[in-house]
């Protein structure tokens, strides 16, 4: 079966780093995408990880190890628009699986 | 703005209609999505059209009909439809190259409910 994990909810300060877990279990792999999800809005693209280690984009990073079934997104310098959620998902062939997302507060 | 509209972006209809969402990418891309979103469950991906051929149809109930005319445009075609079918139906397009599936680019959603 496919099964991807997140944590539901997490919360955070201003101009602090936070880091999103997501663990998977698929049938087959070809990537890992980071989305970002705003309320009422549609998901857009963060990052992509195919290979293991980390991929960087300004305040934003992402790790994969393919070995462990694991990835992180990480947010430095966090900022009030930040909150949003945040989906991992997992491209099994042509099929791409999401997680259940990660509901994130950055409080000031 | 993503490049992705999609239109009606609210529809309430009754069990008994028939109803089209439409889809238009503006992006040059090859490839074209349907997802599913409730409240309280992930994203579920429906249909994928990859160069206006059918790809994946993730055991989508026959109440709901995908079409691709071109590489454009994606529709999704509704009838006797359920009160649980009530959600965010979001298109989305991306480039496949060589085989690789970049990322998707989303529109805005459809937001359905069913009477």
């Known amino acids: 079966g496919q099964n991807i994990d997140q944590p539901t909810e997490m919360t955070a300060t201003e101009g602090a780093i936070v880091q999103i877990n997501c663990t998977y279990q698929t049938s087959g792999f070809n990537g890992l995408f980071w989305y970002q999800q705003h309320a009422g809005e549609a998901p857009t693209f963060l990052s992509y990880?195919?290979?293991?280690g980390l991929e960087e984009k300004g305040r934003f990073s992402s790790f994969l190890s393919r070995s462990k079934g694991y990835s992180y997104l990480l947010l430095k310098e966090l900022q009030m628009k930040d909150s949003a959620s945040y989906l991992c998902a997992v491209l099994d062939g042509q099929n791409f699986v999401f997680g259940p997302g990660t509901r994130l507060s950055v409080l000031p | 703005e993503t490049g992705v509209t999609q239109t009606p972006r609210h529809l309430v209809m009754g069990m008994t209609n028939k109803k089209s969402l439409k889809c238009e990418q503006h992006l040059g891309h090859n490839a074209m999505y349907w997802y599913k979103q409730s409240a309280k469950k992930p994203l579920e991906l429906m249909f994928v059209?990859?160069?206006?051929?059918?790809?994946e149809n993730n055991s989508v109930p026959s109440r709901f009909s995908p079409e691709c005319p071109n590489s454009s445009h994606l529709f999704l075609h509704l009838h006797t439809l359920q009160p649980e079918d009530s959600a965010l139906y979001l298109c989305a397009s991306s480039q496949v190259s060589e085989g690789r599936y970049n990322e998707q680019f989303f529109g805005p959603g459809t937001r359905l409910t069913v009477l």
């Open positions: 990880n195919v290979l293991d």
């Open positions: 059209y990859n160069f206006k051929e059918q790809t």
